[in-house]
């Protein structure tokens, strides 16, 4: 099962195209192969900024319906519902994008997306009631997330196959350059927005500002429907796909189970501190500054500290691909050196969360949030997506990626919750979330080091791997791929192999 073996790559007869034959061999040009990378991944930018805009619209829903939204459960239900929704999504497009088509399922979640966002824009309850307003949010924002969740195991999974056809040496950064860092993108961009509209209408027209912040998510997904609309299925799912054969689904758990759990395990870690930290940033900030500062401060402060998501996240792309260091690697140090920050400003909270400290606060809690990023943020897609097959990667990748957006779900009730439980302690309620999120840092740190080692031509090796597996436990793999070979075709590759 070790997936760091070369592939030795054949020439191929003529007509013929061998299965060891490495997919950086396929002949496309230079955009062709960046224009997958691109289609594939960069939908996650709209992931990210649907995701984050909502903890500045939460705040400002709160002011704008104190009693109807601030002390309901509305707030959690619009924060947490869009997980629920992406964990649905993820589970049935990671099943369409393997037995079906990849572009075909990635087009259907970006449809999906546009929709209800726009749907979300616009929520309206019945007779203008508060009520009925964050009703239709919630709805909306559940089926939102079904759209979303289609851009991980149909969307990363293809960038991650593009990648493989690109040069050796670059294919992990091109993967967390548009996987990772566009939804770190989209987080600080987001930032920037809401800050921006509140400024622009004032804080006497936030019921237009949280509209406005909505609406504007709209448009990431809409400006790549034309390159998804011709985008090429990726050439190793064109080899391995098993659309036209059964999946033997014992042999896959045989062959998966423990890589799976562990992937789904630091999944779920990284996600349960990732999203609810960052939904919550904004509420964070504003006890720090006080009741009375103006939104449109905390909002500035937000930026601030989402930009410490780039600077994390665009290190561990290019340290991913170090020859002596890889994927598993950083992430290992991201996460144990994130434990110690955490711990680190758990301790020193007392202080840092006096008001005229709140740029210390800042500056240490975006610390803390890079090494997330540097560490399990970038790299915990790429693990996902390279530690299996071609054939069964949509749901390998989408199981995993669901766990750990059950961890996103759990993470902002959790938050909540220990927030709640500390009363009328201020210190203990913003202390006690990061002793939680660097004790789980330091547990996944663990983990980790039980993941196979993650090379460039992983994808290649996975596959003759696992087609070995098979072919030893008598599953027959001659219809594996989108084109199937007749029995004439089989038997003269069978013969130039043996030779």
């Not at 087009?107 to 309206?124: E, K, N, R, V």
């Not at 080692?453 to 090796?461: C, K, L, N, R, Y």
């Amino acid at each position: 099962m070790a997936t760091n073996e070369k592939v030795e790559a054949q020439t191929p007869a003529e007509g013929e195209t061998p299965r060891n034959v490495s997919v950086a061999k396929t002949e496309k040009g230079v955009w062709d192969k960046y224009a997958g990378v691109i289609a594939c991944g960069a939908g996650l930018f709209s992931d990210g900024y649907l995701n984050n805009i909502i903890g500045p619209v939460n705040t400002m829903l709160k002011r704008i319906y104190p009693g109807a939204f601030a002390n309901s459960s509305a707030q959690a239900n619009v924060s947490s519902i869009t997980f629920a929704g992406t964990v649905l999504g993820m589970l049935f497009f990671g099943y369409t994008s393997d037995h079906f088509s990849r572009k075909w399922s990635l087009f259907a979640s970006t449809i999906i997306i546009i929709l209800f966002a726009t749907l979300g824009t616009g929520s309206y309850g019945a007779g203008g009631s508060p009520n009925g307003l964050v009703t239709a949010l919630v709805v909306y924002r559940f089926f939102l997330g079904i759209g979303i969740g289609g851009e991980y195991p149909a969307g990363s999974v293809g960038c991650a196959e593009n990648t493989g056809e690109l040069k050796e040496g670059s294919r992990n950064k091109w993967f967390i350059l548009f996987t990772n860092v566009q939804i770190d993108l989209a987080f600080f961009i987001s930032a920037i927005v809401a800050t921006i509209v509140v400024l622009a209408t004032g804080e006497g027209h936030l019921r237009a500002a949280w509209r406005i912040c909505l609406g504007i998510g709209i448009l990431p997904p809409l400006s790549l429907l034309y390159l998804r609309l011709k985008l090429q299925e990726p050439e190793a799912f064109k080899r391995e796909s098993m659309a036209k054969t059964k999946t033997p689904w014992l042999l896959v758990a045989r062959y998966y189970w423990k890589r799976l759990t562990i992937v789904s395990l630091i999944w779920f870690i990284y996600d349960f501190s990732a999203y609810s930290f960052g939904i919550y940033a904004t509420d964070i900030l504003s006890n720090l500054l006080g009741e009375e500062a103006p939104l449109w401060k905390s909002l500035a402060w937000n930026i601030l500290i989402n930009f410490f998501y780039m600077p994390g996240c665009l290190a561990g792309a290019f340290v991913a691909d170090m020859p002596k260091m890889g994927p598993k690697k950083t992430l290992f140090i991201g996460v144990m050196l994130q434990g110690v920050i955490g711990f680190i400003m758990a301790g020193c909270y007392p202080m840092l969360s006096k008001p005229e400290n709140v740029a210390g606060f800042t500056v240490v809690y975006g610390i803390f949030l890079a090494l997330g990023e540097f560490g399990p943020g970038d790299n915990i897609g790429l693990l996902a997506s390279k530690t299996c097959a071609t054939g069964i990667r949509g749901q390998y990748y989408g199981l995993a990626a669901a766990l750990g957006k059950v961890g996103a779900f759990a993470g902002s009730y959790a938050l909540n919750a220990i927030q709640e439980a500390a009363g009328d302690d201020k210190i203990a309620a913003g202390r006690n979330p990061f002793f939680v999120a660097s004790a789980l840092a330091f547990l996944a740190g663990g983990l980790v080091l039980l993941l196979p080692h993650i090379g460039q031509d992983t994808i290649d090796a996975e596959d003759v791997s696992f087609r070995a597996f098979l072919e030893e436990n008598g599953y027959d793999t001659r219809k594996m791929g989108l084109g199937v070979e007749s029995d004439e075709e089989s038997v003269s590759v069978e013969r130039e192999d043996a030779k």
